[in-house]
């Protein structure tokens, strides 16, 4: 799986990052608890409400959309079972679009194989808003429709194998101290 690839030779992220997966209920918190023992972030699935916090990665629920809203602290989640978004809830797109309202430049979207399109929108939105797109490239992914989706619209800054994602992720932080929204389909 992508994410575990990427996440078990990250270290502990200086900045909160969020994760959709297109999985159904039952399986994000597992999900979400798998990653949390492989990572040396604290992953959590987001119950809505949760303060933003550095070295924390919060996974979207099935069946809800997560969004970020700004806080006098900085950042916090929003669950809602809002309609799909392209064919899936949760989407990354209401998650990207709300990500770049509250992180403007300060954001880094990745986006990793998956089916479909979801993603695009949101990834036009944290350009506009300054923000930095990395995608995974065609021949590492399993499904190059998500990625794909980004990288053929014109709105990746950079096309990478899986194994240089975790790394350019920590060089942009390094870079612009951005907040994290991260990404993938089912994998």
Partial sequence: MALFHIFTKMPRLPVPVVLVQHMPPIFTGQFAERLNHASESTVLEAVGGEELQPGHVYVAPGDHHLELVATAQGACTVLHQ????????????????????????????????????????????????????????????????????????????????????????????????????SSGGPQ
Avoid: K, Y
């Fill in 82 to 181: 809002g309609p799909p978004v392209n064919f899936s809830r949760p989407s990354l797109d209401p998650l990207f679009c709300s990500a770049a309202r509250v992180f403007a430049g300060d954001l880094i979207a990745v986006v990793l194989t998956g089916m479909g399109s979801d993603g695009s929108g949101g990834c036009a939105a944290v350009v506009a808003a300054g923000g930095t797109v990395l995608v995974q490239d065609h021949a590492s992914s399993l499904v190059w429709g998500m990625p794909g989706a980004v990288a053929q619209a014109g709105l990746a800054h950079r096309v990478l194998p899986l194994e240089e994602i975790g790394a350019a992720v920590l060089a942009t932080i390094q870079r612009s101290g951005g907040g994290v929204a």
